[in-house]
């Protein structure tokens, strides 16, 4: 007897470990996706073998992503010996793409990687007529160009969207008004100016690889700071300097990295 209690027992805990999902939240699926989806949604036949109207369809704008997740993404700062001169002091677009590439070809990334690979890059984007700071779009391209990855310029800079790229297994590169992210371990003031990778989420904070400080693995923000203090580089700024009200006024735009 005691026997056979013992395996219902442990059937029961079986069945109840099966049944059990994984904690999950809803977001709207990007807009694009939708229209993808409904621009290859087939008419359907009845039986009269009369064509039904395929637009009556209903498609999900909805999907269930993890309700928290975190992307294991190595992590280095763009001054990786403290060594904060003009090189280092701009060199966040960089550290930022060099961590986006790093992590999609599965090298390894550390202190010595990260100052080798930022004097190397900064090298191949002067030779390519790039200045001391990069947009978004610009951003995108040396992904492209130099590391061979995919990588578009997103408008939607939103909670739900970048819980959904990272859901997707992709990084998500934000440019930002740096002061706005009030970061305590900035170097007074700040930056004007400033980029960073976002490699996970949680309930309501983004965790990301900060870029900006030694203390920045898996540095994390609460969404709408973060959110609130994305601003996009404008190139033609490059010949003057930018105050913050300019920033604060720039286009909200990310960087979505998927990989080669």
């Not at 442990?10 to 229209?35: D, H, M, W, Y």
């Not at 039986?47 to 999907?63: C, E, F, G, M, R």
């Amino acid at each position: 007897m005691p026997y056979k209690i013992v395996v219902i027992f442990i059937l029961l805990l079986f069945l109840t470990g099966c049944l059990r999902q994984s904690p999950s939240v809803i977001v709207n699926l990007p807009a694009e996706e939708v229209k993808q989806q409904a621009a290859g949604t087939l008419p359907v036949i009845k039986a009269d073998n009369n064509i039904s109207d395929a637009s009556k369809t209903t498609l999900p704008a909805q999907v269930a992503i993890p309700a928290k997740l975190e992307l294991k993404v190595a992590f280095a700062p763009q001054a990786p010996f403290a060594n904060w001169d003009e090189l280092h002091e701009e060199a966040c677009e960089e550290a930022s793409i060099i961590t986006a590439a790093k992590y999609f070809s599965h090298q390894p990334l550390d202190e010595k990687i990260m100052d080798e690979e930022i004097y190397k890059l900064a090298d191949w984007e002067g030779v390519n007529g790039y200045k001391i700071d990069l947009s978004a779009a610009e951003t995108a391209q040396v992904l492209k160009n130099y590391y061979q990855l995919n990588a578009k310029v997103v408008e939607d800079v939103s909670v739900d969207r970048i819980k959904y790229e990272l859901s997707r297994g992709n990084l998500v590169i934000v440019p930002a008004a740096g002061r706005e992210l009030q970061n305590p371990y900035f170097r007074t003031p700040g930056p004007i100016y400033h980029m960073l990778v976002i490699r996970g989420y949680d309930n309501d904070e983004f965790i990301t690889n900060e870029v900006g400080t030694k203390r920045g693995d898996g540095f994390r923000y609460k969404y709408q700071r973060l959110i609130d203090a994305v601003h996009d580089w404008n190139p033609a700024w490059s010949h003057y300097e930018v105050t913050d009200e300019q920033m604060s006024t720039a286009p909200k735009r990310m960087v979505v990295v998927t990989g080669s």
